[in-house]
């Protein structure tokens, strides 16, 4: 009778056991940041925005040791008063594989048509190689033409 008394109470003790085990697995994963992680917290906007004859170049620095995470580009290619044509030209990365978008442009004054615009990822491209700038460079200058640039990113190991 006590060998079958002990017996029982083991069972239960054991069983009690499992049990919470298994209910500490299915407890939701809190973040106790309120901030998302991916968040693009950061703009590198580039240079010689929107001025006709010039290069716009925007660069995202890390912090050191840490890469670039882009979240979002922003692209834009307007034509001043007089207008001019533009074929099959784009605007290059760095320290992102090699990313690239082109674009054309009829001859039409005052126009930002055939623009990409905002670009925005979903999961956030990470720099090719730690602790170096990304870069995003327009065209080549081009006579009334203004290229626009912007990066959205945040930093990380």
Known sequence: MRNLFRRGISVIVLLAGLGQAQAQ???PQVQQNATRL???TLVAVGTNWNTVNTVSTATATPQAGQSVYV???YMASCQDATGGATS???FTTTNLSGLEFAISQ???ASACTGSPGLIQFSTPLKAAAAGTAVTLVSPTAATHTGY???I???SAP
Request: hydrophobic letters at 45%; glycine letters at 10%; aromatic letters at 10%.
């Open 106 to 108: 009829a001859s039409a």
């Open 148 to 150: 626009s640039t912007e």
């Open 88 to 90: 099959n030209v784009n």
């Open 38 to 40: 991916d968040a693009g």
């Open 25 to 27: 697995n299915i407890l």
């Open 152 to 154: 959205i990113w945040y």
């Open 71 to 73: 979240t979002g580009l």
